[in-house]
């Protein structure tokens, strides 16, 4: 009986270890084509990173479509999650037109400065003179966290690595984590007080009226996106941008979104859909109209850039909440379950967090003065 139930165990472990085997195989038979693209874009980071020039470029189109990609739950999720029924080309066109005028704008208004200021901000206002390896392949990291549905700080992550000024990281910091704490208490507060509006007039097909003020808000809060964000790609750039320089940039950007409107938002629209309602249209209209709200106030605060992924998680976090909390036997979820989905949102946001921190770290040496100075090791 003993030699029998050891050999059943030991069957049984042997199958385990085949499953984990074809489990592995199959993902990297599924992600061949990432992969390729992840070995090939290490390959010309590796080449180019020396010379200023193809550095320059080569990270702004990796950043480019790295940020927008992940950066898209933010701002244009909730737009593609109660939109499905529309084709992805008007919604690329709307979007990637409100792209070109935000970016026009600022051009034109800060002397060829596309960030909206953001860059103009301590520690950012010098354009690169030369690249590090690392500062090039932190999209790179972005893409492969991005692709495992990670709703990481693009503002930590490509951003942290090119700060000139000791106490400029700490800053985008500080400012970071306080409009996650804002957006988190502002969704409870709203969705606690409007729960009975909700349940009462929310309910059945909505009015068309409901999608045309959701395109309005979702185009808001887009360009008010753009204004704090753009600098996270621009941040390769030089800090005043020809024609020629202007229109590669706003150009590729502008195509880099069909890519992902016709992806439908890829695997990182995961983290919108698992949400508590989000694909009403009435509910994606409230997100996105509170949220440009409080990024509004943010840039009017001040040009230090800010992570906009920590203020959006919070205010996902806070609605699921005040959700589970208000309407338990409606759309929330159970409260355990809500808890659950905010510590995952969360805790992938501060891996992001760490990740830039060691690039950063590893590359610059004022951010090594920074750390050493917050650790108290100085």
């Known amino acids: 009986m003993e ?10 472990s042997n199958h385990d270890t085949e499953r984990a085997k074809l489990s592995v195989i199959e993902v990297l038979k599924q992600e ?21 020039q193809l550095a320059m470029w080569f990270g702004f ?42 970016v026009f704008y600022s051009w034109v208004t800060y002397n060829g400065d596309v960030s909206s200021q953001r860059l103009t901000a301590k520690g950012f206002a010098k354009a ?88 309005i808000t979702s185009g808001w809060l887009w360009s008010v996106w753009i204004m704090q964000d753009a600098a996270n790609i621009a941040v390769y750039l030089p800090r005043q941008l020809s024609l020629t320089q202007f229109i590669i940039f706003a150009g590729y950007i502008f195509f880099g979104l069909a890519i992902l409107f016709y992806l439908k938002g890829d695997r990182i629209q995961g983290v919108v859909t698992e949400k508590s309602a ?21 840039k009017v605060v001040s040009v230090i850039p800010m ?38 949102d969360v805790l992938f946001a501060a891996i992001g967090l760490f990740v830039s921190i060691i690039i950063a770290f590893a590359v610059n040496p004022k951010m090594q003065e920074e750390l050493n100075v917050l650790l108290g090791l100085l």
């Open 128 to 215: 690169p003179e030369s690249f590090a390896f690392l500062q090039i392949a932190a999209p790179i990291f972005l893409l492969i966290l991005t692709r495992l549905r990670m709703p990481v700080s693009t503002t930590f992550l490509l951003l942290s690595s090119f700060s000139t000024k000791s106490g400029a990281i700490a800053s985008v910091m500080i400012k970071s984590v306080s409009g996650y704490f804002l957006a988190f208490t502002i969704a409870i507060v709203v969705w606690m007080l409007l729960a009975k509006v909700i349940r009462k007039y929310m309910v059945g097909k909505p009015h068309p009226a409901w999608t045309i003020a959701q395109w």
């Open 278 to 298: 989000i694909t009403d249209v009435r509910a994606a209209t409230l997100i996105d109209f509170i949220y440009a709200i409080i990024l509004y106030y943010f």
């Open 61 to 102: 189109a990796l950043a480019g479509y790295s940020a927008i990609a992940n950066d898209s739950i933010q701002t244009i999720g909730t737009f593609i999650a109660s939109n499905q029924d529309k084709r992805w080309w008007h919604l690329w066109l709307y979007i990637g037109g409100i792209f070109v005028v935000t």
């Open 3 to 12: 030699i029998d139930s050891v050999s059943s165990i030991n069957v049984k």
């Open 307 to 344: 992570s906009t992924t920590w203020v959006f998680i919070g205010l996902l976090g806070g609605r699921e909440i005040a959700m589970s909390l208000t309407d338990a036997e409606g759309s929330g979820k159970p409260l355990k379950q809500s808890l659950r989905i905010i510590g995952k």
């Open 32 to 52: 061949s084509s990432f992969l390729l693209f992840i070995g090939v874009a290490v390959i010309i980071a590796a080449f180019v990173f020396n010379d200023p």
